[in-house]
Structure formats: structure tokens, C-alpha cells
């Protein structure tokens, strides 16, 4: 009954299969390799278009170098205020760009709007050296909520952008989730909607460490080899990183793993609501945020159950909750069984 | 005949095997796992005393942020001139301690001494805000020439670094193989000796990314957690570097290894100087640097031999290249077998 | 009729005639002499203990420097929302902080409050490496809304810093205006409530450049110098910015030039009042902020005024203003007179 | 007989008065004024073509500033050795560029040649991430040791720069006392020599604080006014610094000014050269270094003399002195008179 996150897992049996494969060969380092040029090509395939791939060791850092590609000094990047860059990452983001402001934008679960970045941009307006400069606008898909951007939603955000010359990243630490609900392919999802930059996670869906900064913007990813490489994240053996990624994108791995995932969500939330609890935020994904009261909580813990208090930032939200009510974070991954959402579902009781 | 370099190998099979077996079981993440725990324990075995340990991915990151942890404005660090922090980690050093000064030191055989380091110390004296603060010496061990400080030679760098109060970091990207060169204990090689913190790789030795920033300095470690989290390099599935680690220190698998990329080293040494071939710098861990023209040169790399040409930066050892002569760097490692050896004196020739 | 900004003035004249008689002299260099020396003192005299004080161009880097001296890896900094740091400064804080995050925090009239700013440290809770670590708050003294804070307001902002052991600093940008509203003593205003360095400003008030960083916190204080150096600020001829100062802080010129701005203020507040216009926030220090319809503002600017609009950015008052009304920013000085404040308010009209 | 720097002085008669001048009106803050307007112009004829002018409070923020324009990640900055960049700025220039190494290029006399920095360049191929990318070269005009580049100089250096395109800067702290020593025209010694940013100091000869980054490359001076803001070195009060180059331009000022200390220092060194006193370089700006021995140094300060000790630097200089020999730094302004050297060649003796 582990639903404590997505990165608790370890990878999946192709991707580990594959990593096995190609740790029999020799091959050039620094990401000079075969594997790496063939995992490359596959992006563009991917993406129906020429994309500039370059591959990192985690999702904090694919996100804050996507962004230090855009950076000015002075620069503000408008995020959600709930977003994993701004509230999880460490000024990570804000260091890799020199000192970049990160400007939190409201939003209804875990979702900025066009009207509310386009409020927060004004608070940076053009050509006044004291605020800074606008730079960047970045969206999670899907977001800690566990909720999704429309393709439509997307493109009115890039267009609240555009207004502003401003740049737009994805985050996409669950993109392969996003997607499938969404039903949809990657290249609607992203530069047809108008993104940029895209942080193209991989591993909490199935690998242990691979995570791709995809740019459409190519002209932004020129020297974004010296970005990676003075933060320390050009692996001498990269190749593992690509290794991981070819397995993963194989026979559609990554969107089989995704689906399952998604799937195992909407069968705890339905099991949950047939039980009369509410959850917070539609299940677009593959997080559950179900409120439940603190007793509740406890025996499911110690029942086994792997799950934590969510700290809900959305006042509207909270004010319906009682004084002993939680809101509680459940995240579904590849590995979760039927059996785990049953298992969980009946210690839950009435 | 792969002689290219350490880090074109995979991992050996007692570290995956580790990996994958623990791949079967989920575990949290950033490292707040039982493997982590019980790795970063056999790391005070290993050096004998409590040390703080942080697992990274790359050993650049590992040598920036072991040296942005004694950062302070205006600092400067000294290295050997042809040290990897100084040459080949495109500003990652200087980028981490936000504007860290490296000073090249010259000194034979990409060692520095003593007296090298006094005297550039006297180009940061104290208390002369203008030309900033020292604050640390990085040596390297096994050093980017293949030579080795005895333990002698460190602890009287320690006491340079000492009497202006800077901190001795040791980059120890091929630590194993100095080791076990040295036939010495990894507490008398480092904190014995005064080394202060320690890159500890092993990804060139056997593993496909397994750095770690081991202190001994425990008071220096304290929020190092912040500098590895702010550069992006706590991994969420941290505990499969941790793995690799066990896997990597089991058994003395890691000396095991270092000895026999050493021996092979010695072999292919012993082998061409039957030849009549010279090598510059003594070889004392996995590195040879034989002389040969560049016809020599071309016909190996004809035949098969993966091996290339290293810049030469000491004016007395070119000084003795006629024209036509070149330096070639030749790395072993654990994969590196007899027949490889063997082949690559036959395709020499006479 | 100038009353757009405190900065659109010269130096007033002892400050300007000191500046001239030490001009005639030739000094070290670097603030290596008898006037930075003899002011330093002084400043110890005024604040009736040891402080370190360090001079710098601009109020901008004084904050950021200040600041600086207490930044750690994924440091937070928190402050009002409406702070000269977190909107006016183009992210000096966070450049010279190496990416520290400004916390915004709510609060009306300009000014935090503990409780606000306890919410807010919620958000960055000890040891939770994701979050980054909590720094420093910095409170504004006179603040962006022309509000003061009581010594016993600051004293409890300090005990909500303590509680999480992090740093106050004070940006005294309009230090003296506030100090003399208060009718207290420097001493009473900075670190007898808990103030940990503050920005001493003196640009705004009858200098053309003199800026102090001053620590009261002496341990913080060392190796401050090489923050200043490494930003370009110890300026060669620092003694003149020292000179500024002797003229500034003698025969107690700054307080009166503050009481003369501050009486200025307050007359035209009167002036505005007895017309029926209202003013926002109450007039404290040296700004006013009255409500007036486009229409008179617009006559005002053409008769003369130098008057500019200021964007409310609390919603309580923002929603009493008609559609047609905005809220004005006024600014007095040293240099203004009396008769500038009754022709503002002859202009006025009824 | 203050022989001891040339920012020893304070500002001249018309700088002071133009300061003085100006300090009776109020204007608009923040360079948004009618002086900073004229005297911008003012540039634009000096140079006899569009430049773009940035004033900021210190030569070293100019320099870093100036530098910080052409940055990019894994920067490198090829300079003298011996120059105030690499060994007199506490850093600034690697930490306005976010970590750039400065590779130190030897040379005679405080100059860099171009075949010396073709070497140099060398180590920082194109193309070869490791080793980061090369962004900029900067001379220093007039030299540290008091030298100067000929304009065939520069634009041979420039070649050198153009085939790597590399960007060309100019430390002009002595910019003057160069001009008129070269007899030649701003143009001519700047942008027409290839020369892309300048730092146009007047500090040194004549002003208090009053530096200018002067782009002739318009193109990379785009966004600059960030950088300066975000450095903390836009002043309020910025139409001082203006109103001393007001002062400083006007009436050839500044060149007579640097004629003068210039030829206090030819005077100076043909007295020492009639005495027997050997000097150091050739006088070609305002900076003479004579050789001595211990006992004459200490003699002289003891009369009043104030002249320092200067580190040499060069071997083939260094080894021709005595063991018992100085070399002294002297350095002549706009304030040195004729008194001044005579008095020095009389305390001198036979």
C-alpha cells in the first residue's frame, strides 16, 4: 500500500533490461555515444520536429537550466505559487540563473491562468530598470495537484506570454501522465500549444534517473551544452541516461506505464467516493487528494498504508474542511497494483 | 584496445548486481532509505572515524561543491595547473562558490609542492581585501598525469595550507587506484594526512555514476545539504547511488579493481619500454603517456587502438619530442584485460 | 513644487561644504584614512555601542550586501511585498545573495507583522533541505507607505525572528525621518529592539551619495569587506563618502533636516485634509499619499506639480477609490519649503 | 611629495565647482535627467561616433560590468597577468559574470601580445565543453606598470581576438594620461583599433567618483542597464557622477589635466635617471619605477616621501636587482607640482 510517491519506485523491468544491455559495451563518453545520438533522434520523432535534447540526472536541475537559458539579469520567471520550482527545488532555479525572482501566480489546483499571469506580469512592466525584466513563464503538466492543462489552456497561457515576448517552460516531471489523459500527442501538448522548453521527466514513471531538458526553441538551446556542463550534470557515462531513455520509450513503454498509472488513480478515487470521501481537485492524473479525519489517517498508517498530510494552500479548499479534517496526498506509479488500491480501500473501512 | 579512458566502461557486475536487486523494492527517496543509511555508515568503516558523506552524480559537482563549502567572497583556490577542477569542468568550481578564483600552481608530473604552493600563496596575502581570501589547495590523487602523492608529500601540503589557515581538498576521481598504489589505509591517505574533504569517485572504477563529498571536516559539512539540493544534485532515487556503492565497496571489490587497472597499466608500461619506447611521468596508477610519432600513431589507431594524443604542457619534457613525436595518453581500467595489453604491444610492432 | 521624490535633491549645503574642505587634502585611498576613521567612531557614539560600518554608493547594494552577509544555500529572505528589496531593487538581493528567494509578506500600511511574518516562516519550516532554509526578515524603517514601526513593533518582529534564529535588518533608507517621527534614539530603534544590521541612509536626506551598511551583529560583520570589494563598492575615494557623513551627522544636521521633511509632510497633509481630501495611510515620515480624481491630478501636473500616481496594491483601499480616482504619491525633503506647500495647495484649488 | 597613487587626490577646481553647480537644482532621479543627457552626447563626440554610456561609482565595477556583457556559461576572459582585473578586484569580475575564469596572459611591461594570446586561446579551444568558451579580451590602457599599447597594438590584438570572435575591452582607469601620451584621438585608440566596450575612467585624474562603460559594440550594450541596476550601481542621484564628467570633459580639462601628470613623471624620471637611478619600463604615462636600495627607500620615507614598494613580477627584471634593491611604485597626478618632484630629487641626494 505504497502511495507515498511516484519516486519511491525504482525503474521498470525494460529500462532496467536495457541499462543491463548496454552496460556490456564500451562506448565514448560525455554523451559522444551511439546510444545517446539514436535516443536523440527518437525526441524528434517523438515530437514530429527537429527538438535540441540534452539530458540531465534530475528534475530540479532540467527545470532551472531550462529556465537559465532564458535568464537576464533582473529576470522574473511567473510560476504557480504551489509549483515544484518554487516551493521544492531550493532556489535551485534561482541560483542556475544567477539570482532570477520567482514570481508566485494564484491559480485554482495547482493551475496559473491566463488573467492571473497576465496580472502578475504587470507588476514587471517593459522598460522600467528597477522592476527587472520579464523573462519566462513556466507551467507544470500535470501539477502538484495532480490536475492537467487543456491544450487550450496551454495555448491562451502562451499567448498571455507572447504578449509579453516571454518565454514558456513545462515543467514535465509527469508529462508521460499528462499526455495519456489527455489523449493527445506530445507535439500538441508542446510546441504546437506554443512551449519553448520542456523538462521531460522520466523518472518517476519508470526510471531511476532520466530526465531531458527538449528544446523547440533551438536557437535558445545554443550553448546550453556549457549551461549543463559547468552545473555538473554532464555525466561522463550519459550514455546510462540515454540507456534508460531508449527503454523507456521502446514499444511505447513510457505511455503503457503512464496509463497504468493513471488508471490505478481514478480506481482509488472512485473506490474512495463510493465510500462518501471527498477528494480534493479532479483526478486528471495520478494523484488522489482525498480529505479524511486525523483518526482515519492514523490507523491507516498503521495499517501500512504509505501516506502524507498534503498542506492545502487554497483558503477556499481549506474553509470547507473541519477542524479535524486532513487533506492527504496519494500518488499511483507504474508499480501499483489492483491489489494495493483494494487492499487499501478495505482497510479505509466504512 | 580500448585505452581511451576509464570512464568508457560501464559499470562491473557486482555493482549491477546491486542495482538491480535493489530495483525490486521501493524505498523514499532524497536518500532517507536504509541503503543510503547503511552505506554512508561503511564509509566511517572504511576511513575509521565519523565522517559526513553526500552522494552526487558527477565528480565535477563533487569537486565544485566539496570547494563551495570553504567559499567565501573573493576566494581563492589553488590547484595544479592542469588539475580537472582548473581545466576541465568548464567553470563548474568557479560557478558554485559564485566567483571562486582558481590559481594555477606549476609543479612536475601534475603534482604541486609545498614550496609551489607557498609561493602562490604570497599572491593572496592576507587581509589585502583587493586580492581577495584564500581559502583552500585541491590536490588531485591519482593526479591527470598518473602520478600519485605519497602520503609524506600531502602531509607537508597540509602544513602550507595550514599556515595560512585554507582547507586541503583532494580530488579523488581515481582514488582507488592511488590506494591501492600507495598500499596505504584511506585514513592515512586522507584525514591522517589532513585532508579536509575528499571527492570520493567511483564511477570510473566500476560504477556508472557514483560520486560522493565525504568530510572529514565535519564542522564544514554542516548544510552541505543545501549546496547539493541548490545545485540540483540530490537525486530523488538517490538510494541507487547508494547502491551502486555497496555493490562498488562489498568485498574490496573497488580495491580489487584498482589493482588490476593498475597492473594492466604496468604491464602495457613494461611492455613498451621493452620496445625502447619512452613514457613520461612514472606510472603509478592506470595511466601510461608513451612517446611515439605520429606514423606510429596513425597505424594504431588503424589498427583498432583506441588511444590520443594528450597536450603536453611542461616545456622540459617537449622540449625533448623531436618534431614528429607526440605524447599519447593510454588508460586502463577493471575491464581492461591481458589481451587487450597483449594485442595493442603486437599492433605496435617493433 | 517638487514633490516627486526625495532623491531629485542635491546635497544640502554643510554636506556639501564638508565635502569641499576635505577635497582640498590628498588621503590613502580605500578608506584607509583619518575621515573614514573619525566618522566610523562617530557612528559607534551615535548608536552608543561598538558597531562595524562599512560606507557604500547606494542604498540598493547597502540592502543586498547586508543581506548577503547572512545568505546561505537556498536562503529565504523575508519581507513586505511591497519592500523596495522585493520590487524596486531588479533583484540586487538576490544576485549578491547568489539566488537567495524574497518571502513576500502581507501586511498593511507597508509593514509586516509578527504574526504575518510566522505564517509566512510556516513555508520554510527548519531542516527540510526542498524548502531552502529561512535567513533573515527585513523590515522597511520609514517604510514605502511613509508608516513607521513602534520600537515595541520591532522588538516583537525580532522575537518572531528569534524563535527561528534568523536575522533582522533593517532598511533605513529614511532612517532619519523615522527616527525623529519616533522621537527616539538610534540606539532604541535599531539594536536594543533586536536589530541585527541596518542600511543607514543618508542619500535621501542632504547627501548625494552616503550610504552605511552598520552591524550591530559584529560576528556577521567579519569578512564583510570582501563582500564589498567583490561588488565593486569600496570605491577608491571612499573618503568622500565618509566626508558626506562628517557634514551629514554634525551638529545633529540629519535630524533636522529629517524634522524639517517630516513638518513639510504633515503641514501638506493638513493643507490636503482641511480641503477634504483624503490621504492614505497616516503620515508619519516624509510621504503623503492623497486621493484625487484624474482629472485634478492631470491640472496639478500642468500647473506645475511634480506629483506621480502610486499603484495601490492593497485591495481593502484600492476598493474604496471610484473608478476615476487614484492615489498620488508626495515626497518631501529638506529642500522643501514651506511656500512650495502653499502653492501645491493653492494649485490645488478647492 | 605624495607620490603614493593618483586616487590619493580629491577631485579638481572645475570638477568641484560643475558638482557644485549642478548640486543647487533638483532633477529627476536615476540618470533620467537633462546632465546625464548632455553629457551622454558629450561622449557620442568625443568618441566622433554613437556610443553607449553607463555611469557607475567604481572602476572595478566598470571593468566587471563591462565584462559581465559578453559572459556566458564557462566563460573565459584572457588578460595580463599582472593586470588590476586578475589581481587587484577581489573577484568582482568573476562574480558580476557568474563565475568566468580569468586565463592571466604574460607579457613585458603589464602588455599582452597578440602571440601571447594566441597561446592562450589555445587552451580554450572552440567547441570543447570541458574546457568552457572563450568570451573576451581585456587590455589595460594605460598599463599597470605604466606602459602604453600603441594603436597599431591594439588592432593587432584584435586580429588576434577576431579570429576566435572574441570581444575586446578596455580597461581605461588611465585612459587619459594614454591619450595624450599616444598623441592620437579617442577613435582612433578605441573603436577604430577594434576596441568593442571601454571603461572610461576619470576618478584618477580629476573627479571623485565618476567612471563610464562606454559600448562602441551597441549591439551587447542592449540590456545593460540590468546588469548596472542589478550590480547595485545605478545612483539615485546618478546625474552627480554625470555632472563631474560635465566638469571633467569640458574645456579639454581632462586632458590637461593628464598632460600634466604626465609630464611630472618624465621630469621625475629624467631627475632619477641624471642621479643614476635605473627605472623600470619605459615613463609613458604617469608612472615611474625606479630601483633603489632599502636603506635610500627608508631614508625617503623618513623625509616625507610617500612611495610604496612594488612587487615585480617579471624574472629577467627581477634578477638583475641586488638582494638589497626595491622596486618603487611612484605615481604622478594632475595635483603633483613641480615642487613636489623637485623636492623628491632633493631628498634623494647624490
Known amino acids: ?11 521498470s523491468q525494460p529500462v532496467m533490461e536495457t541499462l543491463a544491455r548496454h552496460n556490456l559495451k564500451a562506448a565514448p ?20 520536429r527537429e527538438v535540441s535534447v540534452f539530458f540531465v540526472g534530475t528534475g530540479s536541475v532540467a527545470n532551472a537550466l531550462a529556465l537559465a537559458a532564458y535568464a537576464r539579469p533582473g529576470g522574473a520567471v511567473f510560476c504557480h505559487r504551489e509549483s515544484h520550482i518554487n516551493v521544492d527545488e531550493c532556489n535551485c532555479p534561482e541560483f542556475m540563473s544567477s539570482g532570477s525572482k520567482l514570481i508566485p501566480v494564484p491559480g485554482h489546483g495547482g493551475k496559473i491562468t491566463p488573467a492571473g499571469l497576465r496580472e502578475a ?58 499526455l495519456v489523459s489527455l489523449n493527445t500527442s506530445p507535439a500538441d ?23 531531458a531538458v527538449v528544446f523547440f526553441d533551438l536557437e535558445a538551446a545554443r550553448g546550453f551544452e556549457y549551461h549543463r556542463k559547468r552545473a555538473g550534470h554532464l555525466f561522463s557515462k550519459s550514455r546510462f541516461i540515454a540507456a534508460q531513455f531508449e527503454g523507456y520509450l521502446e514499444n511505447d513503454h513510457w505511455l503503457k506505464n503512464a496509463r497504468h498509472a493513471n488508471e490505478m488513480a481514478l480506481l482509488l478515487a472512485e473506490g474512495l467516493r463510493a465510500k462518501g470521501v471527498r477528494t480534493v481537485w479532479p483526478v486528471e ?44 496526498r496519494m500518488v499511483t506509479s507504474f508499480a501499483t497494483t489492483v491489489e494495493d488500491v483494494a487492499r487499501f480501500l478495505d482497510a479505509y473501512g466504512e
Not at 507588476?123 to 503538466?141: D, F, L, M
Not at 501538448?189 to 530526465?211: H, Q, R
Request: with cysteine; glycine share 6%; hydrophobic share 45%.
Open 121 to 178: 506580469l504587470e507588476s514587471v512592466p517593459p522598460n522600467i530598470v528597477h522592476h527587472g525584466q520579464a523573462v519566462a513563464v513556466s507551467i507544470t503538466q500535470a501539477t502538484e495537484s495532480g490536475t492537467i492543462y487543456s491544450v487550450d489552456e496551454i495555448a491562451k497561457i502562451k499567448a498571455a506570454a507572447s504578449a509579453r515576448s516571454i518565454a514558456l517552460h513545462m515543467d514535465g516531471a509527469r508529462f508521460a501522465n499528462a
Open 29 to 48: 563518453a560525455y554523451g559522444a555515444d551511439a546510444v545517446t545520438e539514436s535516443v536523440t533522434q527518437r525526441f524528434s520523432d517523438i515530437f514530429e
Open 189 to 211: 501538448m508542446t510546441w504546437k500549444s506554443g512551449v519553448d522548453v520542456l523538462s521531460f521527466g522520466a523518472t518517476k514513471n519508470g526510471c531511476w534517473c532520466a530526465e
Open 285 to 328: 492524473a495520478n494523484e488522489v487528494f482525498p480529505i479524511m479525519d486525523r483518526q482515519r489517517f492514523t490507523k491507516l498508517q498503521a495499517a501500512g498504508a504509505m501516506i502524507y498530510e498534503w498542506p492545502l494552500r487554497e483558503d477556499a479548499i481549506q474553509s470547507e474542511l473541519s477542524a479535524d479534517e486532513l487533506c492527504i
Open 1 to 11: 500500500m505504497n502511495f507515498a510517491s511516484d519516486n519511491w519506485f525504482g525503474a
